[in-house]
């Protein structure tokens, strides 16, 4: 994988590990406003009301979105070290974005947040972009 795709797959990583933060944020009244804006942002009603199993709640979502990008990051590291042989791993990380956008964006809509579905298409979007520019899934890479 040439030294761009590289860049760009670190940047999309960097980006996901800073909104797992800023989930993982919103579980304390002091660190929640950028949770707060994000959710003003997507919502189409009223403001947010974080209750305490809420806020719990987020606390975990955030934990459980960061672990997740801390192994997307190490299984990137590992699947562009293994070249042509990572191939699988690619796949599993592609198959993984594609189930989470689905079942995301369809709840997102499902509950009255519809414009979620921005970020996370631009989040699918930019892997894909990286694994289509890359090549690591094609035939002949």
């Known amino acids: 994988m040439s030294p761009f795709w590289q860049a760009w797959f670190q940047f999309w990583l960097v980006s996901m ?10 579980a304390l009244p002091a660190t929640d406003a950028p949770l707060r804006m994000g959710l003003a ?6 403001p947010a009301d974080l209750t305490p199993a809420g806020r719990f709640m987020i606390g975990i979502l955030g934990g459980v979105f960061l672990g997740w ?5 190490l299984v990137m590291r590992q699947a562009i070290a293994m070249g042509r042989a990572g191939q699988p791993l690619w796949r599993a990380a592609t198959i993984g974005m594609l189930a ?20 996370n298409t631009l989040t699918l979007g930019m892997f ?3 694994i289509a520019g890359s090549k690591v899934l094609a035939r002949d890479a």
């Open 17 to 26: 590990v800073l909104f797992a933060l800023v989930v993982a944020g919103g």
């Open 41 to 46: 942002l997507t919502s189409m009603g009223p």
């Open 69 to 73: 990008m801390v192994m997307f990051g």
């Open 100 to 119: 989470w956008y689905a079942l995301d964006s369809a709840l997102s809509v499902a509950t009255g947040f519809g414009l979620n579905l921005v970020p």
């Open 128 to 130: 894909l972009v990286g």
